[in-house]
């Protein structure tokens, strides 16, 4: 694997998503790991999380700040700053932030994604508010996204 020197900056601008409480900011592109992995930085409003999904690529995610409800395959499980989350590629999934502030997590993609596109391109997707099911899956078809649902509900029980 090779890695390229870079240097992310805390003052760069987000992604911003507003349908879904969202401020994205990509801390490491796919070209600097040669396509390996990619490394972003989420900032989830109150309550807010993306629809339930699954893709090909594999997540870690580490909570920052705040407190999440995750469910993937169905299970449900809190996460607080500190824990660590690895979803493997193909597996269903979704979270939100339960707290009543931001909350932030740092994820790692492998392989990586063009996270910058995708996410440039859902924000324009969604700039009326979350579009329905048949457009959400249209988009993803591109990006080898399945769009599954609505997002998680912080009022939803754990399982585990």
Same mark, same amino acid.
């Given at each position: ?8 900056? /805390? ?9 879904? @409480?969202?401020?994205l ?11 390996? !992995?990619? !490394? ?8 807010? @999380? ?5 893709h090909?690529? *594999?997540?870690? !995610?580490? %909570?920052?700040?705040g ?6 395959? /169905? ?5 607080? *700053?500190g824990?660590? %989350?690895?979803?493997? @590629? /193909?597996?269903?999934? +979704? ?6 502030? &931001?909350?932030?997590?740092y994820?790692?993609?492998? &392989? *990586? ?6 996410f440039?391109?859902?924000? +324009? %997707?969604?700039?009326? @508010?979350? &579009? ?7 988009? /993803? ?20």
């Open positions: 694997m090779s890695i390229s020197f870079l240097h992310s900056k /805390g003052t760069e601008a987000p992604i911003k998503i507003p349908a879904i @409480g969202l401020d900011f990509v801390r490491m592109p796919p070209a600097a790991s040669s396509g390996e !992995f990619c !490394f972003i930085e989420t900032i989830n409003a109150p309550g807010a @999380g993306p629809p339930r999904h699954r090909r690529e *594999a997540e870690i !995610f580490r %909570v920052i700040e407190r999440y409800l995750y469910e993937a395959d /169905g299970r449900r499980f809190y996460a607080e *700053a824990d660590v %989350v690895s979803i493997p @590629g /193909g597996v269903e999934h +979704g979270f939100c932030n339960v707290t009543d502030k &931001p909350a932030r997590q994820i790692l993609m492998a &392989p *990586a994604l063009d996270a910058a596109a995708f440039t391109e859902l924000a +324009g %997707v969604m700039h009326d @508010g979350i &579009p329905d099911q048949a457009a959400l899956n249209a988009f /993803g078809l591109k990006w080898h996204v399945e769009f599954l649902g609505p997002p998680v509900n912080k009022n939803d029980q754990p399982t585990d």
